[in-house]
């Protein structure tokens, strides 16, 4: 596939500055790249414009900027996220006999991003690096109710079951933060409920969802405020484990 040629050329420029310890002018980038020097300043001011690079005043040589310091530190965050989550999904597995799941937002959707599997013969698994919407699944739902962003734009239906008005999904949001899971009765898939807590850091702040999905028929609604329970305090436990320290 084709590459965007001014984005790889901004890619190009940010690996330039991030091997240039004191930084570099307008005119040794545009050196550097091969490229005339109007077009390296256009290049640069758009990054700058971003924050993914700034530009000394006295010197008014290019360094990396602010913006992928945030970027690197949410990688990190994700990554220690994982790896400190899965002794926490493999006990959700062991108290409930149903696969246990780990997501983040990503591109205002829910991306899975680890799992641990049931042994039953019939079960629900999400393959790690699936996308999901936000507004019929738990984990979805978990992460909306408890961070930042916007909700989404359109609702699409994917069952009978999915919430499609705005005014119905604010509502179950309220409720989900002040019981502390969310549901998915059906709402994404036929015969799959599921049940999710969100995660914080030690900031405070959303770093993801965790919880379970299973056959209805297993996950019922005799069950479910059970399930519900327990997955809160898993999730307030690896939250606690981030250093996250409840108000």
């Known amino acids: 596939m084709a590459e965007i040629q001014s984005l790889a050329r901004g890619l190009k420029i940010l690996n330039l500055l991030e091997q240039a310890r004191g930084g570099m002018g307008t005119t040794e980038v545009a050196k550097e790249m091969t490229i005339?020097?109007?077009?390296?300043?256009?290049?640069?001011?758009?990054?700058?414009?971003?924050?993914?690079?700034?530009?000394?005043?006295?010197?008014?040589?290019?360094?990396?900027?602010?913006?992928?310091?945030?970027?690197?530190?949410?990688?990190?965050?994700?990554?220690?996220?994982?790896?400190?989550?899965?002794?926490?999904?493999?006990?959700?597995?062991?108290?409930?006999?149903?696969?246990?799941?780990?997501?983040?937002?990503?591109?205002?959707?829910?991306?899975?991003?680890?799992?641990?599997?049931?042994?039953?013969?019939?079960?629900?698994?999400?393959?790690?690096?699936?996308?999901?919407?936000?507004h019929c699944t738990a984990l979805g739902k978990a992460m909306l109710a408890f961070g930042d962003g916007a909700l989404p734009d359109s609702l699409l239906p994917f069952t009978q079951r999915t919430i499609t008005d705005q005014a119905v999904l604010q509502a179950q949001l309220l409720q989900i933060r002040q019981r502390g899971y969310a549901i998915d009765d059906e709402e994404y898939n036929y015969g799959v409920r599921c049940v999710a807590a969100a995660v914080h850091d030690h900031r405070g702040l959303l770093l993801g969802a965790i919880g379970i999905s299973g056959p209805?028929?297993?996950?019922?609604?005799?069950?479910?405020?059970?399930?519900?329970?327990?997955?809160?305090?898993?999730?307030?436990?690896?939250?606690?484990?981030?250093?996250?320290?409840?108000?």
Request: charged letters at 25%.
């Open 216 to 247: 209805a028929g297993r996950v019922t609604l005799e069950r479910i405020d059970d399930f519900g329970a327990l997955v809160r305090q898993v999730a307030a436990d690896l939250s606690a484990k981030l250093g996250y320290v409840a108000g």
């Open 36 to 134: 005339d020097k109007s077009s390296a300043s256009r290049l640069l001011h758009t990054l700058a414009n971003y924050d993914f690079v700034a530009q000394d005043e006295s010197s008014a040589r290019y360094q990396l900027g602010p913006r992928l310091l945030t970027l690197g530190q949410r990688v990190l965050d994700r990554i220690s996220l994982r790896d400190r989550a899965r002794p926490y999904l493999h006990k959700l597995v062991d108290a409930t006999g149903e696969c246990a799941h780990l997501a983040i937002l990503a591109q205002r959707q829910a991306l899975y991003i680890d799992q641990a599997e049931s042994s039953a013969a019939l079960r629900v698994e999400s393959e790690i690096g699936t996308l999901s919407p936000l």
